[in-house]
């Protein structure tokens, strides 16, 4: 594939809703990371996938927030009853092992009115 | 607990010139730094990066230079042009999977 991707790029939606967020790595690569950016800050690690191995959740900010993986490609990071703090852009990256580059999606901009 | 470059200041240059970001780490344990680069609207992108057994790596335009007495770190850019303008995080990382980002340094290159 030519690179991360995520969906949507961009999402609206009401306090209170669930919403889903979607990332395909670069195929073939085994570790992936999400991330939130608020506006003018630095990158929230939230979540990271390496192969069959347990996910390390420990950047989750509440039990609102889940992510999958499933059959070591596409993960769907779930935000639940969404809350206005939740408004961010929220990165993806995949990276081929279990060192070296991440390569980062374009990120999906989840606004919560 | 642990910061890495919490501030977000400005640098602005002019065109030609070089640039040198800074970023200030705090754990002494981070074993791997690295340098994105994100221009507006787009994911970051790798531009280098450096173990904690090196003190300098050089990349092409990019040098990258790792202080561990003060815990800092520089990225130097060489002739710098328009399209170097953007925001440049540091980051550090401990393990595979603990990588900590910073604010950021907006780079603002005048022509």
């Known amino acids: 594939g030519a690179g991360v991707s995520q969906s949507p790029s961009n999402k609206v939606t009401e306090k209170g809703k669930d919403v889903e967020l979607r990332c395909d790595p670069i195929?073939?690569?085994?570790?992936l990371y999400w991330y939130r950016q608020s506006l003018g800050q630095g990158l929230e690690f939230l979540i990271y996938?390496?192969?069959?191995?347990?996910?390390?959740k420990s950047g989750l900010p509440s039990d609102r927030f889940s992510a999958e993986r499933t059959g070591g490609s596409v993960s769907t990071l779930t935000i639940q009853r969404t809350q206005q703090e939740d408004s961010a852009v929220y990165l993806c990256?995949?990276?081929?092992?279990?060192?070296?580059?991440?390569?980062f999606g374009p990120g999906t901009r989840l606004t919560v009115l | 607990g642990e910061s890495v470059g919490l501030h977000l200041p400005t640098l602005s240059v002019q065109e030609g010139d070089n640039s040198i970001i800074n970023c200030a780490y705090s754990?002494?344990?981070?074993?791997?730094f690295i340098w994105y680069k994100q221009e507006s609207g787009k994911g970051p992108q790798f531009i280098i990066d450096?173990?904690?057994?090196?003190d300098k790596r050089q990349g092409q335009r990019v040098t990258v230079l790792l202080n561990k007495t003060v815990k800092h770190l520089s990225l130097q850019i060489a002739a710098t042009q328009p399209g170097d303008s953007a925001v440049y995080f540091c980051?550090?990382?401990?393990?595979?999977?603990?990588?900590?980002f910073g604010a950021g340094t907006r780079l603002t290159v005048k022509p």
């Open positions: 990256a995949s990276r081929q092992g279990a060192d070296g580059e991440q390569f």
């Open positions: 754990n002494s344990a981070s074993d791997y």
């Open positions: 980051a550090e990382a401990r393990g595979n999977n603990d990588m900590r």
């Open positions: 195929s073939g690569h085994t570790a």
């Open positions: 996938f390496q192969g069959n191995s347990a996910p390390d």
């Open positions: 450096i173990r904690s057994n090196m």
